[in-house]
């Protein structure tokens, strides 16, 4: 990824630099943006941070091309207060604040304020996350496409139709991992149960896990003809399937009521 034009001349701003943070700035970096076009905004910014060429709680730009909010939650409200004077302008406002809504920014920035609000999600550490991202009536085309360069960054990306769709996001992608990863405890667990090491029944989970979710992505076929392929009739896997596929008890209503409780709480979290 090349920085466009537009930022390498007026500068991105990073509010807050944390694991998220990182994780951006570091894939910029490997990209070949210039360190020098980044200015962070962070209290405590870590030793990678301050030593990899990048503007640290320097003056900033007059007029930034983005602003990236990438505090928690609970530290907007004073943050923001700090990049007041850039609402309402050109400057685009780019947000990975989990449940921090648009209303929200434009209440401090302005409702003329042009903002994208996105989530990530944790694999983003990895440069394999997926973000969701969507804009108010102020973004334009060129908006979302320089906000969607810049999270390609850790990974792939989507566009929404609506913020009330970033609910469900949340219940499928951003909470995802957490369902991913237990999976993988459970999985190694059960092999535990049936006589593997322990060490080994990890490692089998993680690579398994790992390398369907690889080919899952790859393959040009559907994940339900990729269950097929490895499904022979009457055979080891049908057996397991046949109980992970049960109606009443099985996978599918777990994760429909999992997913269901994640995005009521992110509702509820939006509300309060």
Not at 54 to 72: G, M, S
Not at 129 to 149: V, Y
Not at 175 to 181: C, N, R
Request: glycine share 10%.
């Amino acid at each position: 990824m090349m920085m466009s034009k537009n930022i390498l001349e007026r500068g991105l701003v990073m509010l807050g630099c944390g694991k998220m943070g990182s994780a951006l700035l570091s894939g910029w970096l490997e990209q070949g943006v210039d360190p020098k076009s980044v200015w962070i905004l962070d209290p405590k910014p870590s030793k990678w941070v301050i030593s990899c060429g990048v503007r640290v709680n320097e003056i900033l730009p007059d007029d930034p091309a983005i602003v990236l909010v990438a505090v928690k939650p609970q530290m907007m409200g004073e943050a923001l207060l700090r990049l007041q004077k850039f609402g309402a302008g050109t400057t685009l406002f780019l947000s990975v604040a989990a449940g921090t809504s648009i209303s929200t920014f434009e209440k401090v920035l302005g409702s003329s304020t042009p903002i994208v609000r996105a989530m990530p999600n944790t694999p983003a550490a990895v440069g394999q996350g997926i973000t969701a991202l969507i804009g108010n009536s102020r973004t334009t085309d060129t908006d979302l496409a320089e906000a969607q360069s810049l999270m390609a960054a850790v990974g792939q990306t989507v566009l929404l139709q609506d913020e009330s769709q970033m609910d469900a996001v949340t219940g499928v992608s951003g909470s995802g991992p957490a369902y991913v990863f237990h999976l993988i405890e459970t999985l190694a667990e059960a092999g535990v149960e049936q006589g593997l090491p322990a060490g080994m029944a990890m490692r089998l989970a993680q690579a398994t896990v790992a390398g369907a979710g690889a080919l899952a992505v790859q393959s040009d076929e559907s994940a339900e003809q990729l269950r097929i392929n490895v499904t022979s009739p009457h055979g080891t896997t049908q057996a397991a399937l046949e109980v992970l596929m049960n109606d009443k008890s099985g996978l599918q209503s777990l994760i429909t009521s999992a997913v269901e409780a994640a995005t009521k709480r992110s509702q509820e979290l939006s509300n309060d």
